[in-house]
Each structure stands twice: as C-alpha cells, then as structure tokens.
C-alpha cells in the first residue's frame, strides 16, 4: 500500500505544480488533471515512484540522484505520453514547439525540470511522506483504492470513446451532450 501512498500523494502535487504552472506562464487558472473526479496527474506518481525506485542506490551523491531521477523520470514521461497516445486516443501534453524534443513527447527543459523535482522529492518531501504515511487508517486507503480505480476506468473510457483530453472535463462533457442530444 505504500506505493499507492506514493503514487496518490505525489500525483497530486503534480496535479498542483501543473495548476500553478498554466497559471504563471499563461495567465489562466486551468486544472490539469487527467481523471475524471480526482485531482491526480499520474505522469507524477509513476515518475516520482520511479524517481524513488531508481535512486535507492545513489542518494549519497546528490548530482548524479538528480540527474537519474530526471532521466529516469522523462522515460516515464514518454512512456506514459506513448500509452496515452496510441492506446487511448489524446494527447495529453504536446512539446512539438519546445526545442529539443522527442516526438513532442518530451523534450530537454522539462527534463531539466525534472532533474530539479528530483531533488526536492528524494532529499526534501519524501522524506516527510515516509514518515507520516503509516498514520493513514487502512479502510480509508481501500475505499481511496476502490474510488480511484473506478475513476481511473471512466476515464479510460472516456478518453477512448471520444480521443479528447477534454473528455476528463465535466463541463466539456456536459457541453458535448447537449450538442449531440440538441
């Protein structure tokens, strides 16, 4: 279950940096979530999770942890982007206008970027984490599980029935509703 902490906790705080992020550079408060209900970007809880997973060995050498965790995370990056792509439809982020990137799935400045959230996860948030997820009552993980995993297949569904990153978006899907019975 830990893992699952992990994975909730950390895709929500990038559900928060990718909120702040949109809101600083362009000037709009835009959620970015990629789940019907939850606030979870999961690109975040698998990478922070591989970012994790990859560093145990090397965490006493903090350049090369962050350059591990960064590279290892951007591999996540694409692999999700890929999985959203080709199985499901939508593009969920696009660096097609980014220099130096891969199929506009990743590109190096958000590497660098990830680099960066490396170290502030394995040397600084983790750690608090760690410490205070044993704290959590087990019934309310299995109903976290059981709501997220149901969450999780709508929007799956979602995505394949209409290939939109929007289709997460209630008030997108309300809209395409009333369009199509209108």
Same mark, same amino acid.
């Given at each position: %279950?830990?893992?699952?902490?992990?994975?909730?906790? &950390? =895709?929500?705080?990038?559900?928060?940096?990718?909120?702040?992020?949109?809101?600083?550079?362009?000037? #709009?408060? #835009? @959620? /970015? /979530?990629?789940?019907?209900?939850?606030?979870?970007?999961?690109?975040?809880?698998?990478? =922070?999770?591989?970012?994790?997973? =990859?560093?145990?060995?090397?965490?006493?050498? /903090?350049?090369?942890?962050?350059?591990?965790?960064?590279?290892?995370?951007?591999?996540?990056?694409?692999?999700? !982007?890929?999985?959203?792509?080709? @199985?499901?439809?939508? %593009?969920?982020?696009?660096?097609?206008?980014?220099? &130096? *990137?891969? *199929?506009?799935? #990743?590109?190096?400045?958000?590497?660098?970027?990830?680099?960066?959230? =490396?170290?502030?996860?394995?040397?600084?948030? !983790?750690?608090?984490?760690?410490?205070? %997820?044993?704290?959590?009552? /087990?019934?309310?993980?299995?109903? %976290?599980?059981?709501?997220?995993?149901?969450?999780?297949?709508?929007?799956?569904?979602?995505?394949?029935? &209409?290939?939109?990153?929007?289709?997460?978006?209630? *008030? @997108?899907?309300?809209?395409?509703?009333?369009?199509?019975?209108?």
């Amino acid at each position: %279950m830990a893992y699952f902490i992990y994975f909730v906790v &950390y =895709s929500f705080i990038g559900f928060i940096l990718e909120t702040l992020y949109t809101l600083v550079t362009k000037g #709009i408060f #835009i @959620w /970015k /979530k990629c789940f019907l209900f939850n606030l979870l970007c999961p690109v975040y809880g698998f990478g =922070s999770i591989a970012i994790l997973w =990859s560093t145990k060995g090397i965490r006493e050498h /903090k350049i090369i942890t962050m350059i591990v965790g960064g590279l290892v995370a951007t591999l996540v990056e694409y692999i999700l !982007h890929y999985i959203y792509q080709e @199985w499901l439809g939508v %593009m969920i982020w696009d660096y097609s206008d980014v220099s &130096y *990137n891969i *199929n506009g799935r #990743i590109c190096l400045t958000f590497t660098f970027f990830w680099c960066i959230l =490396s170290g502030i996860l394995v040397y600084f948030i !983790h750690p608090i984490i760690e410490k205070n %997820m044993t704290s959590i009552p /087990k019934s309310l993980l299995l109903a %976290m599980l059981f709501f997220i995993g149901i969450d999780a297949i709508i929007s799956i569904v979602l995505y394949k029935r &209409y290939g939109n990153k929007n289709a997460v978006n209630i *008030n @997108w899907l309300l809209s395409n509703l009333r369009h199509k019975l209108g």
